[in-house]
């Protein structure tokens, strides 16, 4: 769910799925919780009503009153905050079947940050992508017939030049029933690798055991994240990369984590086995001084064996932006100098590289912070301009 600040994400979330993302920590059965800005909702469709009365998220159609049949459960992710939501998008780009851009139809189209946002969704390649012009109630006829102009003439040679406009009042649930019919028709359910072995991005970590727990009682550590391919079981022993850091004699070295699945948690509901898609918490026999305050955010975990590499320096070949997008000024973007700090996103890590040698093309770079990712990765590339992050380019991680 991504957008200007104040457009409706958060609301919209809450009008799709009856949960506050802004507030909310999506408390899971016997004691595990991912605080995530995260919903899951069902779309359903009655089997009597036309399009596109016929969707909603009710057991019994709002229109006839006839029980309505499940479509699919799908998860929204929102980050309200922009630091937050820029990161979340990035790092997050590995998991994301498809993207709502939210467009609120009282403001002039684009604002800094929905185009910061589109160019993130461009040079990412989230191509499954919906455009919501929110807030139509809060405008005359003519005005949001001008704004949808506007968005056509912003999204014109972009990666959603083709995407659906669909006009909605979240806060007053107009057009609620379009909007799923769309996100059905652009944002299909990607078919997995469920043959492979199972890869899991953790966006969180965490330890649930309430202070004053006796010792027999505590719970092993938690992570939250989502399969990315393959099957995974309780009782599956799974190795946790880059690990830990280890410190002896004046040396730096990061050590995989070896543990042991206790449970999985899908939705609410406790699971016998998990598959790619939605997010998941899977409880594990880690110490939980392991987990605590998202200590794990950014690793990648699976059997053992069979992980992509660490790395703590590698080549990223380079597509830079032309300018700066998110700010007012939009200033060119110049290259890539040897010595200069970069923000890399890859999967759902976020580390700074420093790059040891630039020519036009390729960057070597040397990492703050290792990760685990393939060759051939995609990296998003952010710069400090001024007092924050903004994303210049992407890169692709070779040998």
Known sequence: MVGHVDHGKTTLVSALSG???????????????????????????????????CYTVADTCPGCGAPSEELRTVSFVD????????????????????????????????????????????????KNIVIVQNKIDLVPREKVIEHYQQIKEFVKGTVAENAPIVP????????????????????????????????????????????????????????????????????????????RKVESDGVTRWEPIRTKVSKIIAGKDDADQ???????????????????????????????????????????????????VGVSDEEEIGAIKTSEPLMLNVGTATTVGVVTSARKDTADVKLKRPVCANIGSTVAISRRVGSRWRLIGVGVIRD
């Open 19 to 53: 949960v506050w993302t802004d507030t909310h920590s999506e408390e899971m059965k016997r004691g595990i919780s991912i605080r995530l800005g995260y919903a899951d909702t069902t779309f359903r469709k009655c089997p009597d009503c036309p399009e596109p009365q």
């Open 79 to 126: 980050a309200p905050g922009h630091e937050t939501l820029m990161a979340t998008m990035l790092s997050g780009a590995a998991i994301m079947d498809g993207a709502m851009l939210v467009i609120a139809a009282n403001e002039t189209c684009p604002q800094p940050q929905t185009k910061e946002h589109l160019m993130a969704l461009n040079i990412i390649g989230i």
């Open 168 to 243: 909605i009042s979240a806060q007053q649930n107009i057009n609620i029933d379009a909007l799923i019919m769309s996100i059905e028709e652009m944002i299909p359910t990607p078919v997995h690798k469920i043959d492979k072995p199972p890869h899991m991005l953790i966006a969180r970590s965490f330890d649930i055991n309430k202070p004053g727990t006796p010792i027999k009682n505590i719970t092993g550590g938690v992570i939250g994240g989502t399969l990315t391919e393959g099957i995974l079981h309780p009782n599956d022993e799974l190795e946790i990369r880059p690990g």
């Open 274 to 324: 998990a598959s790619p898609g939605g997010l998941l918490a899977v409880g594990t026999t880690l110490d939980p001084t392991l987990t605590k305050s998202d200590s794990l955010t950014g690793q990648v975990a699976g059997l053992h064996g069979t992980l992509p590499p660490t790395h703590d320096e590698f080549k990223l070949e380079l597509n830079l932006l032309q300018r700066v």
